[in-house]
């Protein structure tokens, strides 16, 4: 999950730093107000997805999250997918809805993307190869015959 988090983080941490930079002459001389743009920007949306993509693992494990599946790059690029959607969404809801913190839509938005993202990712299955899925029931061996991958899951 370590590589998927990043790349969404490294999502909005571009976002934010091109707002920025776009904002330029307009940005006031106060802490306060870069505490809230990188809470808001930032630190809250990466909070919902990290939120969102642990309630889904929790509740049915996802291959591509276990270490042993050596999925790095691709948990990288469904992060990358799952933080554009998220700012895609906190950015609509922003747009939308007036009168609540800004922040409640970012971390809504990114909650929603990583939920529906991870969800989306193969699950791990008890007797089930980590890396490819193949069922490791027939054979007695610790290494799957489909992609001499790693050993079964357990659960
Ligand atoms: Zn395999």
Redesign the pocket.
Known sequence: MRAFLIALASVHVVIAAVSAVMSGPNIPESVWWWLNFDLTLVVVPVAGAWLGASIVHTTSRRRWFDRRAECAVRCALAGLGAGALGAGLGLLWVIWIDGVHEALGTGAGSFAAAVAVVVLLPRARPGR?V??G?SLEQTDRGC?P??G?YATLTL
């Open positions: 190869c890396r490819c193949y799957c489909e992609c991958g």
